[in-house]
């Protein structure tokens, strides 16, 4: 997934017809099956638009993640749950 990444990995055939989309927003719900249903949108002067619906498991998201967030350099931190008092 990065340029960075592992020399030993298979190239992957690029496929020209699959068009590229600028998005800026990301919905995330988690399904009772382990699938993780991914929606892409673009914020307009109109409202949301979404660009592209994704499925994907819950390990090979948290591989996506992982990435992500080495790629940009953040590593958010769990927040600490409140104790009722």
């Known amino acids: 997934m990065s340029d960075n990444g592992n020399?030993?990995?298979p190239k992957i055939p690029l496929n020209e017809a699959i068009p590229t989309v600028f998005v800026d927003n990301l919905m995330i719900s988690t399904r009772s099956d382990g699938?993780?249903?991914?929606?892409?949108?673009?914020?307009?002067?109109?409202?949301?638009?979404?660009?592209t619906r994704l499925m994907v498991p819950r390990e090979s998201?948290?591989?996506?993640?992982?990435?992500l967030c080495q790629q940009c350099?953040?590593?958010?931190?769990?927040?600490?749950?409140?104790?009722k008092k």
Do not use: M
């Not at 998201?61 to 990435?67: C, H, T």
């Not at 350099?73 to 104790?83: I, L």
């Open 35 to 51: 699938l993780n249903y991914l929606r892409f949108y673009t914020s307009l002067p109109e409202g949301l638009r979404e660009e």
């Open 7 to 9: 020399k030993d990995l």
């Open 61 to 67: 998201l948290k591989r996506i993640i992982d990435v």
């Open 73 to 83: 350099d953040h590593f958010p931190v769990k927040p600490k749950s409140k104790v």
